[in-house]
């Protein structure tokens, strides 16, 4: 067995964060290389690179094309997986299954906790969360890692907004209130995690692996567009809106917070979202994408 953590959907946002953060050790194939959906496929290359773990990153996640191909959305983010975890447990292959905020969307006095109940309210979220189910029906030790909101590598909500031309204004829903997540520092920890797994430490099998604290779309946005204009970028004017205005084929929860307390005490920190930003618009600090993020993020 090799020292490397193969990784699905590589070419994926959170998979080429993990590349970028585990080199040399991460191996990470795209759709195109390998299909999650092919078991034939996935098992040749387990089997001949014979990884020490293995990170599921691969998933259908855009929300209106979920809703338009449910059984597409089924097939990828339910069956794959469910699979995969078969084939790592018949080979004691540690697996993390990376998850989503979306899993829940009832309305809630507090962050979701690893505990609760989920309850979606959209296609990917019902489909995300059967996912988890079945992984860890198929393989009692894997881990089910939910993030959500991931920004910091150029290709974000933030940066969609700052795509819009200065001075034109741009809707942000002010009721959604979720979990930022700076994905560098994510990707981080979760090839610290596959490592803890490979060592055989026992760990969670659901963790909040997301930003802390809680807030709204529009107060993350709000920050982000201050500390980007401190440090000389231009940035779009921000409305703030209810989330019901936004038009759009799937429903979105309103309250999909996250409780990242189990993983702060695991790690020693948690993921301030705030801190990541402040760093991200002041020192680039992410290896091997610092020139683009800050170009992106700050346009000159």
């Not at 699979?83 to 989503?100: G, M, Q, V, Y």
């Not at 930022?180 to 596959?194: E, G, N, Q, S």
Request: hydrophobic content about 40%.
């Amino acid at each position: 067995m090799s020292d490397q953590i193969f990784v699905t959907g590589g070419r994926g946002r959170l998979g080429r964060a993990l590349s970028a953060m585990g080199a040399p050790y991460v191996h990470a194939v795209g759709r195109e290389e390998v299909d999650i959906t092919n078991l034939d496929e996935i098992e040749q290359r387990l089997l001949l690179g014979r990884p020490a773990a293995v990170i599921n990153t691969a998933a259908m996640s855009g929300i209106e094309a979920a809703e338009t191909d449910p059984c597409a959305a089924r097939a990828i983010n339910a069956d794959a997986p469910a699979k995969l975890a078969e084939f790592c447990a018949r080979n004691d292959l540690p697996l993390i299954h990376i998850s989503t905020d979306y899993v829940f969307g009832a309305t809630a006095d507090r962050p979701w906790r690893e505990s609760d109940v989920v309850s979606p309210i959209n296609t990917y979220g019902r489909t995300k969360a059967e996912g988890e189910r079945r992984v860890l029906e198929a393989h009692p030790r894997a881990c089910v890692a939910r993030v959500a909101w991931l920004f910091g590598d150029g290709e974000d909500f933030i940066v969609h907004l700052l795509s819009k031309d200065e001075g034109k204004s741009v809707a942000v829903a002010e009721d959604q209130i979720g979990s930022p997540t700076p994905i560098f520092p994510a990707a981080r920890r979760l090839l610290d995690l596959a490592r803890l797994m490979i060592k055989g430490n026992g760990i969670p099998t659901i963790l909040h692996l997301a930003g802390s604290p809680p807030t709204s779309r529009a107060a993350w946005v709000t920050y982000c567009f201050e500390a980007i204009t401190r440090a000389g970028g231009r940035v779009p004017l921000l409305q703030p809106v209810l989330l019901s205005t936004l038009q759009s084929i799937a429903d979105r929860p309103t309250f999909s917070a996250l409780d990242c307390s189990l993983a702060a005490r695991l790690f020693g920190t948690p993921l301030n979202w705030r801190s990541a930003i402040d760093e991200l618009v002041k020192e680039p600090t992410y290896s091997g994408f610092e020139n683009a993020i800050r170009s992106r993020y700050i346009r000159q």
